[in-house]
C-alpha cells in the first residue's frame, strides 16, 4: 500500500468534526492516524466569509489489520454505488416512454464517460457516479448530477470552488454539444455543494432574523450566481424580509429588506 | 497536461482535424500552445474567455501533480 492511498482528506464545519468524520470512514481509532489541517476554516461574522475545515489523516502504520479495514472500507463503498446506479437505470420515470429512459441512460453514460476522461488526463484518481436529479419545476428539467468521490478532495475543489465549477462548466459544454441539446449539469465532490448550500441557507435564516430585528436592510458578502439564487430561493416566501442582488459582475451581492 | 487540452479542444470544436497541441518544458514551467482552425476559436476562447479560463484552471490542477507550472496560450491561426 502506498503512502498516497493511505491518506484521506475529509471537509467538515470543524475540524473536529472532520476528524471524527474520517475516523468513522476508515473505522480506525483517533491513535492510528496523523491528522494534519489543510484549511481550519473560520465561522466568519455572521457566518459570512464561513469556510469549512479541510484536513488529511494518515494512517501510522499500515500494518495487515488496518490495511484490510481500509481496502474492506473501499470495497464497499463501490458496490454500494453500483447497486445504487443500478437501481437508478431501471427506474423508469413515471411520465417517461421507453424512448426517454433510454436516451437519459445514454445522457448518463456520456457524462460519465467525459467526467472519466477529463479527471484522468487530470492526474487526478477518483470514483464518479452519475444520476439524475428531481425535476426542477422552473425549467421543467431534470438537472444531472455528477458525484465524484476520491482522495484529492482539495484539488479538486480549489479556491471558491475554481476548480469544480471549471469542471462543471467543460463537462457541461462537452456533453451538452455530444448529445446535441443543453443539459442542466451539476458537479459535486464528495457534497461539498450540497453542504456548502445547508450553510448558505443557514446565512440567509440568520441574515433575515437580524433585518426583522434592526428594521433595516443588510448587504451580505458578494457572492457567484448560483450562490446568491441559493438566498434567494431560501428567503422566497418568507413573510417578513425580501432580497434583491445589486452590483455588478464579481462584486455583485444580495441585500435583505424588511417589509 | 498536453492531452487534457487536446481532449477538451477536440471534444468542443467542428473541425477536429486542425487541433494541434504542442508542449514546451524549462524547468517547472511548461508552455501549452493550442492550434484551432480560424472558425473554432471562438469555442475554445469562450465569451469572456469562459472557455479559455476554465481550461486553464484544470490545466494548473494536471501540471500540480508533478510540480510544475503550465501556462496555455491560444495561437492566431496563420
Known amino acids: ?259 | 497536461m498536453q492531452e487534457l487540452i487536446e481532449y477538451i479542444a477536440r471534444s468542443l470544436v467542428d473541425d477536429p482535424t486542425q487541433v494541434r497541441v504542442s508542449q514546451q518544458r524549462s524547468g517547472d514551467n511548461v508552455q501549452i500552445r493550442l492550434h484551432v482552425a480560424q472558425e473554432d476559436m471562438g469555442r475554445v476562447i469562450g465569451r469572456n474567455g469562459r472557455v479559455a479560463n476554465a481550461m486553464r484552471v484544470l490545466l494548473r490542477v494536471a501540471a500540480a501533480h508533478d510540480g510544475s507550472r503550465a501556462v496555455l496560450d491560444i495561437a492566431e491561426p496563420r
Open chain 1, 1 to 259: 500500500m502506498t503512502e498516497k492511498t493511505a491518506t484521506l482528506e475529509i471537509i467538515a464545519p470543524t475540524i473536529e468534526e472532520a476528524i471524527e468524520k474520517g475516523l468513522q470512514n476508515l473505522g480506525l481509532p483517533r491513535e492510528s492516524v496523523d491528522v494534519e489541517i489543510l484549511d481550519e476554516g473560520s465561522k466568519g461574522l455572521f457566518g459570512l466569509r464561513s469556510r469549512q475545515a479541510r484536513i488529511r489523516l494518515r494512517i501510522k502504520e499500515t500494518g495487515p489489520l488496518i490495511e484490510q479495514a481500509t481496502t474492506k472500507e473501499k470495497t464497499d463503498s463501490h458496490s454500494e454505488k453500483e447497486s445504487n446506479a443500478e437501481v437508478e437505470d431501471k427506474t423508469p420515470t413515471a411520465t417517461s416512454p421507453d424512448i426517454q429512459t433510454s436516451s437519459e441512460n445514454k445522457v448518463l453514460l456520456v457524462a460519465k464517460e467525459t467526467i472519466d476522461e477529463l479527471l484522468q488526463k487530470m492526474n487526478v484518481n477518483a470514483e464518479v457516479s452519475v444520476h439524475f436529479g428531481e425535476m426542477d419545476d422552473k425549467s421543467g428539467t431534470k438537472p444531472l448530477l455528477v458525484d465524484i468521490n476520491g482522495n484529492d478532495l482539495s484539488i479538486l475543489i480549489g479556491k471558491n470552488a475554481e476548480t469544480l465549477n471549471a469542471i462543471q462548466y467543460i463537462a457541461r459544454l462537452i456533453i451538452s454539444r455530444e448529445i446535441g441539446k443543453a443539459i442542466y449539469l451539476i458537479v459535486d465532490v464528495e457534497g461539498y455543494r450540497t453542504r456548502k448550500e445547508q450553510q448558505l441557507q443557514k446565512i440567509a435564516a440568520r441574515m433575515a432574523e437580524e433585518v426583522i430585528e434592526r428594521g433595516r436592510s443588510l448587504a451580505l458578502e458578494p457572492m457567484p450566481p448560483n450562490e446568491r439564487r441559493i438566498i434567494h430561493i431560501a428567503l422566497k416566501d418568507h413573510p417578513k424580509v425580501y432580497t434583491e442582488s445589486t452590483g455588478e459582475g464579481s462584486h455583485r451581492k444580495v441585500v435583505i429588506y424588511p417589509k
